[in-house]
């Protein structure tokens, strides 16, 4: 079971073990459940209102490959959270990039923390 760290300046942490079968829910999705409040709008990854920063738990970077959409790519590079350069080693080296989209991203057998902006 991934632990899961919520982190957001002005709040407490929030740590959840993401529970079996959970490898099919969203960031976004586990969020709710746990009444983390994550900012977003359309909840389909059209609109980055609810980019997150994910790394490890010690804030390093994540170690597992993900898979990312074009669309969650095109939409972080809109908003500025992914440069050409990152998007080439996202892209060419399958890195996960520390910018993802919460209604995107599934959770994976990582421990992870991820800052987030609220509502
Ligand atoms: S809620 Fe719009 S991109 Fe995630």
């Known amino acids: 079971m991934p632990k899961i760290v919520f982190q957001h300046p002005e709040f407490e942490e929030i740590e959840i073990y993401a529970p079996a079968g959970s490898h099919k829910k969203t960031i976004l999705e586990l969020a ?13 990854g059209e609109c980055g ?10 804030g390093g ?23 050409k350069d990152e ?3 996202v892209v060419v080296n399958d890195m996960p990039s520390d ?11 990582e421990d992870i923390r991820i800052t987030y902006e609220t509502m």
């Not at 209102?49 to 010690?58: F, G, K, P, Q, Y």
């Not at 910018?99 to 057998?109: F, H, K, N, P, T």
């Open 32 to 44: 709710k459940e746990y009444k983390v409040p994550i900012a977003f709008d359309c909840g389909d």
């Open 49 to 58: 209102s609810c980019v997150i920063h994910v790394t490890d738990l010690e």
């Open 61 to 83: 970077p994540t170690h597992m490959g993900v898979h990312m959409t074009d669309k969650e790519k095109s939409v972080l590079r809109e908003i500025g959270k992914l440069s």
């Open 87 to 89: 998007l080439e080693k």
């Open 99 to 109: 910018w993802r989209l919460a209604c995107q991203m599934i959770v994976r057998d």
